[in-house]
């Protein structure tokens, strides 16, 4: 099994020290160096699988060996987390710009460094994997055609160069299989950054997650997390499905949780607006022609107060009452990430008041999109609400059921189009 190789770069030997035991201890192999000079020498001869480099230092701060080790063609892949203080809120975007990936924070949390620091390896590895096999596959195609021309200009040796292309054509089985085991491991990996979705049982009266990605990994993903009294719980739609959009809803996932346990912005607006400003400096979309992004509806839940607050990249909350009656609260206009030239992107908290029995739903466009029936259309919107109004009287497992055997139904032969997640909730 690979040990992989973790550079410190820091002045101060105690943390030094303090993440060297940590890291020993869980089978990492670490180098060390004092300063960042010694640290930008050891990242070129070492070429560690990852980089914990601490921002502030005498002689060159972090950013600026951040901005090197980046620039450096056979340096430039490997993930930089930075070290620092809670409150660097402005200098961690600074250090996202120049190709920071993630951060640490001091006093250290060991469960916090290496819950990040496995995520970052484990998307590398993912990543090398898929680029190897992927250049393989290009080398395969290009013999392909040339055994075919060569085939067609020489028909006296046809049987031969048979057997030739049969060969060809079982090694791209091969890979193909290889492809696939990247993508499943993949799969383990987002697995196990998803909150369970038990974790709502101690909040909530009742609950559901209706869950079913396109393909083996999800640009879906739904996220929870409990601070300081507040409960948070957002369902995001990253673009596309499958890797691609897999690889955002990581990306996501360890955003989300950074701004909510690092800043004093606990408002879900507040908190979508530094999202959408720490993904576009991590994808580096300033300037560029990139529309990667995301769509979340996103609601935070104060646990002593019960009381709920509401805002939306895109996409809605919607609330069905007791009685039967409905709220439709929309999301801003605008999704977190993409290039947007000249716009300020606010996003704005709504205060939502609760009654007894009301079901709080959040979801993605999944459903609704989804083609089927009789005329072969989507869904829509309109007749999925109608849909969650009429099974709202129901228990949460009872809904979950419903909403199955809906899709499938609708669905039929259809392909799937898309990712589906409902999150429904009775505080």
């Given at each position: 099994m690979k040990i992989n190789t973790i550079l410190l770069?820091?002045?101060?030997?105690?943390?030094?020290?303090?993440?060297?035991?940590?890291?020993?201890?869980?089978?990492?192999?670490?180098?060390?160096?004092?300063?960042?000079h010694e640290g930008i020498r050891l990242a070129h001869s070492e070429l560690p699988d990852c980089i914990?480099?601490?921002?502030?230092?005498p002689e060159m701060n972090g950013l600026e060996a951040c901005g090197i080790i980046k620039a450096n063609e056979s340096t430039k892949h490997i993930p930089v987390l930075f070290i620092t203080a809670k409150d660097d809120t402005d200098l961690l975007l600074k250090g996202f710009k120049v190709g920071a990936v993630d951060y640490i924070t001091k006093p250290f949390n060991e469960e916090e460094v290496l819950v990040r620091l496995k995520t970052h390896i484990d998307l590398k590895n993912v990543r090398d994997e898929l680029s190897a096999n992927n250049q393989e596959l290009k080398e395969n195609a290009?013999?392909?055609?040339?055994?075919?021309?060569?085939?067609?200009k020489q028909t006296k040796a046809n049987a031969q160069k048979s057997e030739m292309l049969y060969n060809a054509f079982t090694e791209i089985e091969k890979k193909n299989e290889k492809i696939n085991a990247s993508i499943n491991y993949g799969y383990r990996i987002q697995n196990a950054i998803m909150p369970d979705e038990r974790e709502l049982e101690g909040y909530t009266k009742d609950y559901f997650v209706f869950f079913k990605p396109k393909d083996i990994v999800s640009g879906d993903i739904f996220w929870i997390k409990e601070y300081l009294g507040n409960l948070y719980i957002a369902a995001i739609d990253c673009t596309g499905h499958g890797v691609p959009g897999a690889f955002l809803s990581i990306l996501a996932n360890s955003l989300l949780t950074g701004i909510v346990t690092s800043t004093q912005d606990d408002q879900p607006g507040g908190?979508?607006?530094l999202l959408n400003e720490s993904v576009v400096q991590s994808m580096q979309q300033n300037g560029s022609s990139s529309g990667d992004g995301m769509d979340l509806s996103l609601i935070k839940y104060d646990i002593r107060n019960k009381t709920l607050q509401f805002a939306g990249a895109h996409n809605p909350l919607f609330i069905v009452s007791q009685s039967g009656e409905v709220n439709l609260i929309k999301g801003d206009r605008f999704g977190v990430g993409g290039n947007f030239k000249n716009i300020k992107k606010q996003f704005i908290t709504h205060d939502v008041e609760l009654k007894k029995g009301d079901w709080v739903y959040i979801y993605s466009d999944g459903f609704q999109d989804q083609i089927g029936g009789e005329a072969n259309r989507k869904y829509m919107s309109k007749r999925f609400r109608s849909f969650l109004q009429s099974i709202s009287m129901l228990s949460g497992a009872e809904q979950k059921a419903l909403l199955k055997k809906e899709l499938d139904e609708w669905k039929g032969r259809a392909k799937t189009i898309d990712d589906v997640l409902i999150i429904g909730i009775q505080f």
């Open positions: 770069i820091d002045d101060e030997p105690l943390n030094l020290t303090v993440l060297k035991n940590l890291l020993v201890s869980k089978n990492y192999h670490v180098i060390v160096a004092s300063n960042p914990l480099l601490d921002i502030y230092m290009i013999q392909l055609r040339s055994m075919h021309e060569a085939t067609l908190i979508i607006k």
